[in-house]
Protein backbone atom coordinates (compact mmCIF):
# COMPACT_ATOMS: atom_id res chain seq x y z
CA UNK A 1 0.00 0.00 0.00
CA UNK A 2 1.57 2.99 -1.42
CA UNK A 3 2.45 5.94 1.19
CA UNK A 4 -0.28 8.14 -0.39
CA UNK A 5 -3.06 5.73 -1.07
CA UNK A 6 -6.80 6.81 -0.26
CA UNK A 7 -7.08 3.45 2.39
CA UNK A 8 -3.68 4.44 4.15
CA UNK A 9 -5.61 7.70 4.41
CA UNK A 10 -8.69 6.53 5.71
CA UNK A 11 -6.83 4.22 8.12
CA UNK A 12 -4.81 6.76 9.63
CA UNK A 13 -7.77 10.01 9.79
CA UNK A 14 -9.93 6.28 11.43
CA UNK A 15 -7.31 6.32 13.77
CA UNK A 16 -7.03 10.04 14.83
CA UNK A 17 -10.67 10.20 15.33
CA UNK A 18 -10.35 7.59 18.25
CA UNK A 19 -7.10 9.42 19.48
CA UNK A 20 -9.52 12.43 19.83
CA UNK A 21 -11.89 9.77 21.15
CA UNK A 22 -9.84 9.02 23.93
CA UNK A 23 -8.43 12.46 24.73
CA UNK A 24 -12.35 13.31 25.16
CA UNK A 25 -12.20 10.32 27.60
CA UNK A 26 -9.60 11.04 29.56
CA UNK A 27 -10.63 15.05 30.06
CA UNK A 28 -14.27 13.39 31.29
CA UNK A 29 -12.32 11.42 33.63
CA UNK A 30 -10.68 14.36 35.31
CA UNK A 31 -14.39 16.18 35.25
CA UNK A 32 -15.75 13.19 36.79
CA UNK A 33 -12.80 13.40 39.57
CA UNK A 34 -13.15 16.91 40.32
CA UNK A 35 -17.13 16.65 40.68
CA UNK A 36 -17.04 13.78 42.90
CA UNK A 37 -18.85 11.72 40.71
CA UNK A 38 -16.69 8.54 40.03
CA UNK A 39 -17.78 6.56 42.69
CA UNK A 40 -22.14 7.12 42.20
CA UNK A 41 -22.27 3.89 40.02
CA UNK A 42 -21.60 0.77 42.25
CA UNK A 43 -22.05 -2.04 39.53
CA UNK A 44 -19.61 -2.99 36.69
CA UNK A 45 -22.14 -4.03 34.13
CA UNK A 46 -20.34 -3.41 30.53
CA UNK A 47 -23.78 -3.97 28.67
CA UNK A 48 -26.71 -3.53 30.42
CA UNK A 49 -24.78 -0.28 32.14
CA UNK A 50 -25.09 1.39 28.62
CA UNK A 51 -28.75 2.22 29.35
CA UNK A 52 -29.59 4.64 31.98
CA UNK A 53 -32.20 4.19 34.59
CA UNK A 54 -35.53 4.32 33.09
CA UNK A 55 -37.49 4.21 36.00
CA UNK A 56 -38.03 5.54 38.95
CA UNK A 57 -37.90 2.22 40.98
CA UNK A 58 -34.49 1.29 38.94
CA UNK A 59 -33.31 5.41 40.13
CA UNK A 60 -33.99 4.01 43.89
CA UNK A 61 -32.50 1.13 43.72
CA UNK A 62 -28.95 2.25 42.69
CA UNK A 63 -29.29 5.47 45.30
CA UNK A 64 -29.62 2.53 47.55
CA UNK A 65 -26.52 0.80 46.38
CA UNK A 66 -24.65 4.47 46.83
CA UNK A 67 -25.81 4.83 49.90
CA UNK A 68 -24.08 1.84 50.96
CA UNK A 69 -20.29 3.09 50.30
CA UNK A 70 -18.07 5.19 52.71
CA UNK A 71 -18.29 8.07 50.66
CA UNK A 72 -21.93 8.85 51.32
CA UNK A 73 -22.01 8.58 54.54
CA UNK A 74 -18.90 10.46 55.11
CA UNK A 75 -19.41 13.36 52.68
CA UNK A 76 -22.88 12.99 51.44
CA UNK A 77 -24.86 11.96 54.51
CA UNK A 78 -28.54 13.32 53.49
CA UNK A 79 -28.19 13.85 49.83
CA UNK A 80 -31.66 13.14 48.14
CA UNK A 81 -32.36 11.58 44.82
CA UNK A 82 -32.28 14.73 42.60
CA UNK A 83 -28.42 15.08 43.76
CA UNK A 84 -27.62 11.33 43.26
CA UNK A 85 -28.69 12.18 39.71
CA UNK A 86 -26.71 15.34 39.45
CA UNK A 87 -23.64 12.91 40.31
CA UNK A 88 -24.37 9.94 38.39
CA UNK A 89 -24.81 11.56 35.12
CA UNK A 90 -21.38 12.58 34.61
CA UNK A 91 -19.97 9.38 35.48
CA UNK A 92 -23.14 7.26 33.09
CA UNK A 93 -21.75 9.91 30.48
CA UNK A 94 -17.96 9.33 30.98
CA UNK A 95 -18.54 4.98 30.69
CA UNK A 96 -20.88 5.42 28.28
CA UNK A 97 -18.54 6.99 25.85
CA UNK A 98 -16.18 4.19 26.69
CA UNK A 99 -18.45 1.68 25.04
CA UNK A 100 -18.76 3.97 22.15
CA UNK A 101 -15.14 4.42 21.98
CA UNK A 102 -14.69 0.69 21.92
CA UNK A 103 -17.53 0.28 19.39
CA UNK A 104 -16.22 3.05 17.42
CA UNK A 105 -12.45 1.19 16.61
CA UNK A 106 -13.55 -2.73 16.73
CA UNK A 107 -15.99 -2.32 13.80
CA UNK A 108 -13.79 0.11 11.22
CA UNK A 109 -11.03 -2.31 12.22
CA UNK A 110 -13.22 -5.33 11.36
CA UNK A 111 -14.11 -3.33 7.74
CA UNK A 112 -10.95 -2.26 6.96
CA UNK A 113 -9.58 -5.64 7.47
CA UNK A 114 -12.20 -7.49 5.51
CA UNK A 115 -11.02 -4.92 2.94
CA UNK A 116 -7.43 -5.80 3.17
CA UNK A 117 -6.40 -2.32 3.86
CA UNK A 118 -4.50 -2.84 6.77
CA UNK A 119 -0.87 -4.16 5.92
CA UNK A 120 0.30 -7.14 7.93
CA UNK A 121 2.56 -4.66 10.10
CA UNK A 122 -0.35 -3.06 11.80
CA UNK A 123 -3.16 -5.50 12.12
CA UNK A 124 -1.21 -7.21 15.25
CA UNK A 125 -0.74 -3.72 16.63
CA UNK A 126 -4.40 -2.93 16.30
CA UNK A 127 -5.56 -5.54 17.59
CA UNK A 128 -3.30 -5.39 20.48
CA UNK A 129 -4.39 -1.53 21.08
CA UNK A 130 -8.49 -3.10 21.10
CA UNK A 131 -7.20 -5.67 23.86
CA UNK A 132 -5.81 -2.80 25.50
CA UNK A 133 -8.75 -1.18 25.47
CA UNK A 134 -11.08 -3.71 26.72
CA UNK A 135 -8.53 -4.35 29.88
CA UNK A 136 -8.80 -0.39 30.45
CA UNK A 137 -12.62 -1.27 31.39
CA UNK A 138 -11.59 -3.93 34.06
CA UNK A 139 -8.49 -1.42 35.28
CA UNK A 140 -11.28 1.54 35.70
CA UNK A 141 -13.48 -1.11 37.61
CA UNK A 142 -10.68 -1.68 40.08
CA UNK A 143 -9.74 1.53 40.70
CA UNK A 144 -13.81 2.59 41.68
CA UNK A 145 -13.48 -0.64 43.82
CA UNK A 146 -10.98 1.12 46.07
CA UNK A 147 -13.56 3.24 47.00
CA UNK A 148 -15.69 1.21 48.68
CA UNK A 149 -13.09 0.60 51.27
CA UNK A 150 -14.19 1.71 54.88
CA UNK A 151 -13.57 5.43 55.68
CA UNK A 152 -12.95 5.60 52.06
CA UNK A 153 -14.34 8.74 50.46
CA UNK A 154 -12.29 8.54 46.76
CA UNK A 155 -10.56 6.14 44.50
CA UNK A 156 -7.06 4.82 45.74
CA UNK A 157 -4.16 7.63 44.29
CA UNK A 158 -2.42 4.94 42.73
CA UNK A 159 -5.28 3.45 41.29
CA UNK A 160 -6.08 6.29 39.44
CA UNK A 161 -2.81 7.12 37.99
CA UNK A 162 -2.54 3.46 36.75
CA UNK A 163 -6.33 4.12 35.12
CA UNK A 164 -4.64 7.85 33.91
CA UNK A 165 -1.23 5.75 33.03
CA UNK A 166 -2.91 3.28 30.51
CA UNK A 167 -5.30 5.67 28.98
CA UNK A 168 -2.06 7.90 28.10
CA UNK A 169 -0.74 4.79 26.88
CA UNK A 170 -3.85 3.96 24.34
CA UNK A 171 -3.47 7.63 23.19
CA UNK A 172 0.27 7.64 22.57
CA UNK A 173 -0.04 4.41 20.44
CA UNK A 174 -3.16 5.22 18.63
CA UNK A 175 -1.65 8.57 17.49
CA UNK A 176 1.89 7.25 16.78
CA UNK A 177 0.17 4.98 14.23
CA UNK A 178 -1.98 7.43 12.83
CA UNK A 179 0.86 9.60 12.28
CA UNK A 180 2.69 7.13 10.60
CA UNK A 181 -0.11 6.60 7.93
CA UNK A 182 -0.63 9.90 7.06
CA UNK A 183 2.51 11.59 6.88
CA UNK A 184 5.21 10.62 5.38
CA UNK A 185 8.75 10.97 6.50
CA UNK A 186 10.36 14.62 6.04
CA UNK A 187 13.56 15.42 4.29
CA UNK A 188 16.62 15.84 6.46
CA UNK A 189 17.85 14.66 9.40
CA UNK A 190 18.13 17.11 12.50
CA UNK A 191 20.84 17.00 14.97
CA UNK A 192 20.85 14.39 17.25
CA UNK A 193 20.34 16.97 19.93
CA UNK A 194 16.97 18.00 18.83
CA UNK A 195 15.61 14.10 18.48
CA UNK A 196 16.73 13.78 22.29
CA UNK A 197 15.92 17.02 23.34
CA UNK A 198 12.12 15.86 21.60
CA UNK A 199 12.37 12.38 23.24
CA UNK A 200 13.27 13.93 26.51
CA UNK A 201 10.62 16.55 26.42
CA UNK A 202 8.16 13.57 25.86
CA UNK A 203 9.28 11.91 29.07
CA UNK A 204 9.00 14.01 31.16
CA UNK A 205 5.88 15.70 30.18
CA UNK A 206 4.36 12.16 30.40
CA UNK A 207 6.14 11.79 34.23
CA UNK A 208 4.49 14.92 34.99
CA UNK A 209 0.80 13.66 33.90
CA UNK A 210 1.40 10.85 36.08
CA UNK A 211 2.46 13.22 38.99
CA UNK A 212 -1.14 15.09 38.59
CA UNK A 213 -2.64 12.17 38.62
CA UNK A 214 -1.44 12.10 42.43
CA UNK A 215 -2.01 15.85 43.12
CA UNK A 216 -5.57 15.25 41.92
CA UNK A 217 -5.76 12.11 43.77
CA UNK A 218 -4.67 12.91 47.08
CA UNK A 219 -6.61 16.69 46.30
CA UNK A 220 -3.38 18.02 46.63
CA UNK A 221 -4.09 20.99 44.74
CA UNK A 222 -5.51 22.29 47.80
CA UNK A 223 -2.38 22.67 49.74
CA UNK A 224 0.55 25.08 49.38
CA UNK A 225 -1.08 27.78 46.83
CA UNK A 226 1.83 30.26 46.38
CA UNK A 227 4.09 30.31 43.58
CA UNK A 228 7.35 28.96 43.07
CA UNK A 229 7.51 28.77 46.98
CA UNK A 230 5.79 26.18 49.25
CA UNK A 231 5.44 27.73 52.87
CA UNK A 232 7.84 30.17 51.59
CA UNK A 233 10.82 27.56 50.89
CA UNK A 234 11.28 25.69 48.17
CA UNK A 235 11.60 22.10 49.47
CA UNK A 236 8.48 22.08 51.57
CA UNK A 237 9.49 20.95 55.35
CA UNK A 238 6.72 17.92 55.01
CA UNK A 239 8.46 16.10 51.93
CA UNK A 240 9.91 13.58 53.65
CA UNK A 241 7.54 12.53 56.68
CA UNK A 242 6.60 9.20 55.35
CA UNK A 243 8.70 6.07 55.74
CA UNK A 244 9.57 4.18 54.04
CA UNK A 245 11.02 6.75 52.09
CA UNK A 246 9.37 6.08 48.29
CA UNK A 247 5.71 5.86 49.78
CA UNK A 248 6.34 10.42 50.30
CA UNK A 249 6.04 10.03 46.42
CA UNK A 250 2.41 8.59 45.92
CA UNK A 251 1.06 9.41 49.24
CA UNK A 252 2.81 12.69 50.56
CA UNK A 253 0.54 15.62 49.39
CA UNK A 254 3.91 18.19 50.22
CA UNK A 255 5.67 15.62 48.41
CA UNK A 256 3.58 15.31 45.42
CA UNK A 257 3.10 18.13 44.83
CA UNK A 258 6.36 19.74 44.77
CA UNK A 259 7.63 16.13 42.42
CA UNK A 260 4.30 17.84 40.03
CA UNK A 261 5.95 21.34 40.65
CA UNK A 262 9.68 19.75 39.57
CA UNK A 263 8.84 18.05 36.80
CA UNK A 264 6.76 20.81 35.02
CA UNK A 265 9.30 22.96 35.04
CA UNK A 266 11.97 20.63 33.89
CA UNK A 267 9.71 19.45 31.02
CA UNK A 268 9.09 22.78 30.19
CA UNK A 269 13.01 23.67 30.30
CA UNK A 270 13.65 20.52 28.35
CA UNK A 271 10.99 21.70 25.48
CA UNK A 272 12.46 25.41 25.73
CA UNK A 273 16.24 24.57 24.98
CA UNK A 274 15.16 21.81 22.27
CA UNK A 275 13.57 24.64 20.38
CA UNK A 276 16.75 26.91 20.78
CA UNK A 277 18.74 24.03 19.64
CA UNK A 278 16.53 23.43 16.61
CA UNK A 279 17.23 26.96 16.11
CA UNK A 280 20.87 26.21 15.68
CA UNK A 281 20.08 23.96 13.61
CA UNK A 282 17.45 25.58 11.57
CA UNK A 283 19.32 24.15 8.07
CA UNK A 284 19.08 20.96 9.43
CA UNK A 285 15.49 20.74 10.45
CA UNK A 286 12.61 20.58 7.46
CA UNK A 287 9.77 23.02 8.09
CA UNK A 288 7.62 20.36 9.62
CA UNK A 289 9.91 19.94 12.47
CA UNK A 290 10.26 23.64 12.94
CA UNK A 291 6.49 24.25 13.58
CA UNK A 292 6.50 20.80 15.78
CA UNK A 293 9.25 22.00 18.10
CA UNK A 294 7.43 25.88 17.96
CA UNK A 295 4.20 24.32 18.74
CA UNK A 296 5.15 22.18 21.52
CA UNK A 297 7.19 25.21 23.02
CA UNK A 298 4.00 27.48 23.54
CA UNK A 299 1.66 24.68 24.38
CA UNK A 300 3.85 23.80 27.25
CA UNK A 301 4.26 27.16 28.36
CA UNK A 302 0.48 27.79 27.97
CA UNK A 303 0.02 24.46 29.97
CA UNK A 304 2.51 25.12 32.30
CA UNK A 305 0.46 29.08 32.94
CA UNK A 306 -2.73 27.25 33.75
CA UNK A 307 -1.26 25.09 35.90
CA UNK A 308 0.00 27.68 37.99
CA UNK A 309 -3.29 29.86 37.77
CA UNK A 310 -5.20 26.74 39.08
CA UNK A 311 -3.16 26.53 42.06
CA UNK A 312 -2.95 29.72 42.54
CA UNK A 313 -7.03 29.86 42.92
CA UNK A 314 -7.03 27.01 44.92
CA UNK A 315 -8.18 24.45 41.99
CA UNK A 316 -11.68 25.76 40.92
CA UNK A 317 -13.66 23.11 38.53
CA UNK A 318 -13.70 24.26 35.14
CA UNK A 319 -9.48 25.45 35.63
CA UNK A 320 -8.72 21.92 36.76
CA UNK A 321 -10.80 20.63 34.05
CA UNK A 322 -9.30 22.82 31.81
CA UNK A 323 -5.95 22.04 32.84
CA UNK A 324 -6.62 18.21 32.21
CA UNK A 325 -7.41 18.76 28.40
CA UNK A 326 -4.62 21.55 28.72
CA UNK A 327 -2.29 18.13 29.13
CA UNK A 328 -3.87 15.73 26.31
CA UNK A 329 -2.85 18.99 23.79
CA UNK A 330 0.82 19.00 25.52
CA UNK A 331 1.11 15.18 25.12
CA UNK A 332 -0.12 15.23 22.01
CA UNK A 333 2.43 17.77 20.43
CA UNK A 334 5.43 16.30 22.79
CA UNK A 335 4.25 12.80 20.24
CA UNK A 336 3.77 14.60 17.41
CA UNK A 337 7.53 16.79 17.59
CA UNK A 338 9.06 12.98 18.52
CA UNK A 339 7.37 11.05 15.81
CA UNK A 340 8.55 14.21 13.18
CA UNK A 341 12.39 14.39 14.55
CA UNK A 342 12.20 10.25 14.15
CA UNK A 343 10.67 10.13 11.20
CA UNK A 344 12.71 11.94 8.90
CA UNK A 345 14.91 10.54 6.02
CA UNK A 346 18.48 10.89 6.37
CA UNK A 347 18.93 11.58 2.32
CA UNK A 348 16.66 14.49 0.82
CA UNK A 349 14.58 13.45 -2.53
Do not use: C
Not at 39 to 64: K, T
Not at 322 to 349: C, E, N, W
Amino acid sequence: MSADSPARRAVGLWLIVIAAMIGVMVVLGGATRVSGSGLSIMEWAPLSGALPPLSGAEWRRLFALYQQIPQYHLLHEGMDLAGFQHIFWLEWVHRLWGRLLGVAFFLPLVVFWWRGWLPRRLIWRLVGIFVLGGMQGAVGWFMVASGFFPDSTAVAPARLVIHLGLALVLYAAVLWTAFSELIPAPPGQPAALVRAGARLTLALVALTILAGGFVAGLHAGLEYNTFPLMEGRWVPAGYATLTPFWYNLIANIAAVQFDHRLLATTALLAALLTLVAGGWQRARLSPLLRRALAALAAIILLQFALGVTTLLLVVPAPLAVLHQAGAVALLTAAIFAVYVSSAARKDPP
